[in-house]
């Protein structure tokens, strides 16, 4: 097992967290294990925490940004997306959201939750005032039911025949 000083670890660290090549391709090529540029990184992390902010730096895109990242990904397939989006530091999800909410503001058609106070106003009044009209009808009705049932009832009783 080799020692290495601190300037060769943080190196391999930078290197590491670069991401231009793979973690498997790096240590080969330093010829330490991977396990042990993991251990590095961890500990370089932990003594300089700014470092591992730096791989997501821009956290908040501009519209610009989201219009432009929708565009060059317009017309790629799933394998090249993905692979756009971790270069980017996204994910797809975020990027179909993106799409939706540049397509909603596009749309000319108001979304149905958008109807002003005014109308809902309307809209509350008329249906009471449907609801209270139809209550009035089913007590009609049910009253008219209920005085077809007693004419029969006397009639059978009776032998009455009401002529209209």
Known sequence: MGSYNDAFKADAVKKMLSGTQSVLELAKRLGVSDKTLYNWKNKYLN????????????TTF????KLAAI???ASLNQLQLSEYCRTKGIYPEQLKQWKEAAL??????KPESSIS??????NKKRIHALESELNRKD???AETAALLVLAKKCQTIWGIKEDD
Do not use: F, V, W, Y
């Open 47 to 58: 003594k300089c925490p700014t470092m591992s902010n730096k791989k997501h730096k821009n």
């Open 62 to 65: 501009t519209a610009e940004q």
């Open 71 to 73: 565009i060059e990904t």
């Open 104 to 109: 909603m503001g596009c749309s000319n058609t």
């Open 117 to 122: 106070a005014d109308e809902a106003k309307a």
């Open 139 to 141: 007590k009609a009705l």
